[in-house]
């Protein structure tokens, strides 16, 4: 039993990281479109300053009404953070319960 608690902790905690990531990888392209749109002086660093992510969101939506990235990087991020912390849960329930 506790060989099948593992797997599914391991599977559902891999999807959980994989998408965590891929959300970050997403922002970074949405930052990488804002910036091509903004004048040298303005744009937003790729590594480093992560304080003005509401403006970035702003900036996205402005330049790029018809946009689907920040819907795609919120489902990615909902996605991974349920994923993740529902496998520590189920994990720790499982062991918790059969344990004794």
């Given amino acids: 039993m506790t060989t099948f608690v593992w797997g599914i902790f391991l599977?559902?905690?891999s999807l959980?990281?994989?998408?965590?990531?891929?959300?970050?990888?997403?922002?970074m392209d949405i930052e990488t479109m804002v910036n091509t749109k903004l004048p040298w002086e303005k744009q937003h660093p790729l590594i480093g300053s992560r304080g003005?992510?509401?403006?970035?969101?702003?900036?996205?939506?402005?330049?790029?009404?018809?946009?689907?990235?920040?819907?795609?990087?919120?489902?990615?991020?909902?996605?991974g953070l349920v994923s993740?912390?529902?496998?520590?849960?189920?994990?720790a329930l499982f062991l918790n319960l059969f344990s004794r």
């Fill in 52 to 79: 003005n992510y509401w403006e970035l969101r702003r900036q996205y939506r402005e330049f790029f009404p018809g946009g689907n990235l920040l819907r795609k990087s919120s489902r990615l991020l909902v996605i």
């Fill in 16 to 27: 959980g990281i994989v998408c965590l990531v891929w959300s970050n990888i997403v922002i």
């Fill in 11 to 13: 599977v559902f905690g």
């Fill in 84 to 91: 993740f912390f529902g496998s520590l849960a189920a994990g």
